[in-house]
């Protein structure tokens, strides 16, 4: 069983930063391509940025490039540095494995985290 669980989440003022981390707790030396995405209040689950297996290649939706930064320590654990929060970043963000790498639709990563709340004052 492959469960992502996600942590870090919390309340920021607009400006500010947030660290979150994602483990996955599995025993096996598989090595998922991964991604964030996050769930704004009343809208749809939508794409943030995606790492591949070894962590060389990375990838942005355009609402977040040159402000949040994907990273990987090995095979099970991801973070997601966000800086220069702003109130629109606001959402549950959501840790998830798969097979495609690099890939923007969550249909492509079976493995989901539980999700951690981000809250952005203004």
């Known amino acids: 069983q492959v469960q992502p669980v996600e942590s870090g989440g919390g309340l920021v003022q607009t400006g500010g930063s947030l660290r979150l981390s994602c483990a996955i707790s599995?025993?096996?030396?598989?090595?998922?391509?991964m991604g964030w995405f996050r769930r704004p209040p009343g809208k749809e689950r939508e794409f943030v940025a995606a790492i591949s297996r070894n962590g060389a290649e990375t990838t942005y939706a355009d609402s977040v490039k040159g402000r949040f930064t994907i990273s990987r320590d090995g095979a099970k654990k991801m973070f997601l540095q966000m800086d220069s929060l702003k109130p629109e970043d606001t959402a549950v963000y959501y840790c998830?494995?798969?097979?495609?790498?690099?890939?923007?639709?969550?249909?492509?990563?079976?493995?989901w985290g539980p999700g951690t709340q981000v809250t952005v004052s203004s």
């Open positions: 599995e025993r096996t030396l598989i090595t998922y391509p």
């Open positions: 998830a494995a798969g097979y495609r790498s690099g890939s923007r639709e969550s249909d492509d990563y079976p493995y």
